[in-house]
């Protein structure tokens, strides 16, 4: 039994009436948790679907996908749910629906939550043998909507993964003194944390399957219409774990000296230039 039950699996439309009681049974341990909010769900929704999600899992990039190859994200790719098969673009759509929108806003207390149409960053997410993401904090603005970004939701699609094969989420304290949870993304597992400018996680082990098999997840972003202009949009913010050899992202640190050292009509000129 799923703690959230898909009730029609051809289309992953999920049980309505039980939603919302669901949401409150676990909004206690999830505003209690440590580092920042957070919450694993084991056997989170049926898994018939998720099985549909492995088997229709793209082979080649759409044209949505990014990729990345760098110090800091090594081997990933994303790709948008526009360009999966009906039942899983109906799948993805129901977790933008009403039902889960209530379920995360009764968990996490955070209310007005918005889904993001537009898979921005999020979708199907594979990292492939040897690929990493280092510990950061998420973009804050959705630019597009204009939007704070306020939740992040993850589905692990791994099957048989253990511990010791790389890719475990860590959760870091606001000082990156700590590691405070290292959770192992197993088929059916959710995690659901609010982000914030020192919501600092990420898989910064390697991947290393035994058979070579790449870390595949669900990535869903949620937003509220509570950005404040007079705040600084950030990108993603990459943060170095104490002795160890992660590389800082210079390339971030010089925009956001030319943003708050140029005035935002010639910032604004140059973000021209560059597309």
């Known amino acids: 039994m799923s703690y959230l039950e898909v009730a029609d699996t051809q289309f ?8 919302k009681e669901k949401g409150a049974d ?13 919450i694993a769900i084991d056997d989170f929704c049926s898994p018939q679907i ?25 081997y990933k790719t994303s790709f948008n749910p526009d360009f999966l098969t009906p039942q899983l673009r109906s799948f993805f759509y129901s977790m933008n629906s009403r039902p889960l929108i209530e379920f995360l806003e009764n968990m996490t207390g955070v209310t007005g939550l918005i889904p993001d149409p537009y898979f921005t960053g999020g979708g199907f997410h594979q990292t492939k043998q040897g690929g990493h993401l280092d510990v950061h904090a998420d973009f804050n603005l959705h630019r597009k909507l204009g939007l704070e970004r306020r939740l992040n939701l ?3 699609l791994n099957k048989n993964w253990e511990e010791g094969f790389g890719g475990e989420l860590e959760l870091w304290d606001r000082d990156m003194k700590n590691r405070l949870h290292k959770i192992v993304p197993l088929f059916n597992r959710c995690v659901v944390f609010s982000t914030s400018g020192n919501s600092y996680h990420g898989h910064p082990a390697p991947v290393a399957h035994p058979r070579g098999d790449a870390r595949r997840s669900i990535a869903l972003y949620y937003y509220t219409a509570t950005w404040d202009k007079a705040a600084r949009a950030k990108t993603t913010q990459f943060k170095p774990r104490p002795q160890t050899g992660d590389k800082t992202d210079w390339g971030v640190r010089r925009s956001e000296i030319i943003n708050d050292l140029l005035p935002p ?11």
């Open 26 to 38: 676990l909004h206690d341990k999830y505003v209690s948790a440590e580092p920042f909010p957070h």
């Open 154 to 156: 993850l589905i692990y």
């Open 50 to 74: 998720l099985d549909a999600c492995l088997d229709a899992f793209p082979q080649t990039p759409d044209p949505d996908s990014r990729s990345f190859d760098r110090d800091q994200e090594r």
């Open 265 to 275: 009509i010639v910032v604004r000129g140059l973000r021209k230039l560059s597309r």
């Open 12 to 19: 992953g439309f999920f049980d309505v009436m039980d939603m």
